[in-house]
């Protein structure tokens, strides 16, 4: 079984500000990952997602994340944050066998600033 | 460029009413997803269909039911609601369940329901 922890629940930041939400995966296969973000009263939305290849990877909205397979973690980055940055963002795992489901993390909540 | 479209939006429901929550695609995807997001829970699987004329139990089936009407529409009904199924439900679609990267899943806005 696989299993995703968001180790923060709420990060608050002042705008322009760097962010780091973090998310620590467990699984004993391989595994794609994923970041989606929701928006206030939305639905969720791709933001970016590892398949294979390079370990940083790059989404919309300057987003960044970073598979680290030794410490298990795949980290979402933004080196200066907005106000419209506000929102809920998941981290999501499924390992890469053919009967495999979306396991999500409990979310983070981040909150932008002035 | 409707992706997955949910109806309704919203909904309140007295303990014991019955209702049906509805979801299509529009992007010719083999499978379909419904989930519930409560506070500090994330989302949970409640049932999927990984194909047309197919349906399986997710993480937290019980008091719901579901049906896949066609390859575009997945139904999910609660037959007898309760006030811990209060929840914002989501409606999701993969190219195909497990499949890899065709596994990836796009969701639908929501319906916010509350049971008094």
């Known amino acids: 079984a696989q299993s995703v922890t968001q180790l923060d629940s709420q990060v608050p930041v002042f705008e322009e500000a760097p962010v780091e939400l973090r998310c620590n995966y467990s699984?004993?296969?391989?595994?794609?990952l994923f970041w989606y973000v929701q928006y206030p009263n939305q639905g969720l939305q791709l933001l970016l997602k590892?398949?294979?290849?390079?370990?940083l990877v790059k989404g919309i909205n300057g987003f960044e994340a970073e598979f680290n397979k030794s410490q298990t973690s795949f980290h979402l980055r933004k080196p200066s944050v907005h106000i419209s940055d506000t929102a809920e963002y998941f981290c999501?795992?499924?390992?890469?066998?053919?009967?495999?489901?979306?396991?999500f993390g409990t979310g983070t909540r981040l909150q932008v600033t002035l | 460029n409707a992706g997955v479209t949910q109806t309704p939006k919203f909904q309140v429901l007295k303990t014991g009413q019955s209702m049906t929550l509805q979801c299509a695609q529009d992007?010719?995807?083999?499978?379909m997803y419904w989930y519930r997001q409560d506070p500090g829970m994330g989302l949970r699987l409640i049932y999927y269909?990984?194909?047309?004329?197919?349906?399986d139990k997710g993480e937290v089936p019980n008091g719901y039911n579901v049906s896949r009407l066609n390859k575009r529409e997945f139904s999910l009904r609660l037959e007898s609601a309760a006030p811990s199924q209060t929840s914002v439900y989501f409606c999701?679609?993969?190219?195909?369940?497990?499949?890899?990267?065709?596994?990836?899943?796009?969701f639908g806005a929501g319906t916010r329901l509350s049971v008094l």
């Open positions: 699984s004993s296969v391989s595994v794609y």
């Open positions: 999501a795992v499924s390992n890469t066998g053919t009967a495999s489901k979306l396991t």
């Open positions: 999701a679609s993969s190219e195909a369940y497990g499949r890899g990267t065709r596994n990836i899943q796009y």
């Open positions: 992007m010719n995807h083999n499978s």
């Open positions: 590892y398949l294979s290849g390079s370990t």
């Open positions: 269909s990984a194909s047309e004329g197919t349906t």
